[in-house]
Nanobody, 123 residues
């Protein structure tokens, strides 16, 4: 049985930083393309960043480019999201997900999801 568990969320002032972690059981994350998505109240879930399994090539959404970095810690079987220069509009529940196939920026392409971790950025 696969479980993804996010942690590291919290409340931070604008301009601050947080690092989110996604730990897995029942799944070797280094063999999977993984992504972070987020969902703000009243909005659809949106892509944040992804990392390919084979090459560790990454991409980020334009809204977070240059501020957020996705990476892996294979020894700990985790995927990380370093978030710097946070803005109030980054406030959302952040989810990690394991890719099943298809477009890497589409939430429908992911079949395992964590429960999410809340990030709140105060202005």
């Amino acid at each position: 049985q696969v479980h993804l568990v996010e942690s590291g969320g919290g409340v931070v002032q604008a301009g601050g930083s947080l690092r989110l972690s996604c730990a897995a059981s029942g799944l070797i994350l280094s063999s999977r393309t993984m992504a972070w998505f987020r969902q703000a109240p009243g909005k659809e879930r949106e892509f944040v960043a992804h990392i390919f399994a084979s090459s560790s090539t990454t991409s980020t959404a334009d809204s977070v480019k240059g501020r957020f970095t996705i990476s892996r810690d294979n020894a700990k079987n985790t995927v990380l999201l370093q978030m710097d220069s946070l803005k109030p509009e980054d406030t959302a529940v952040y989810y990690c997900a394991a890719h099943a196939g298809g477009a890497v920026r589409a939430s429908s392409s992911y079949y395992y999801w964590g429960q999410g971790t809340q990030v709140t950025v105060a202005s």
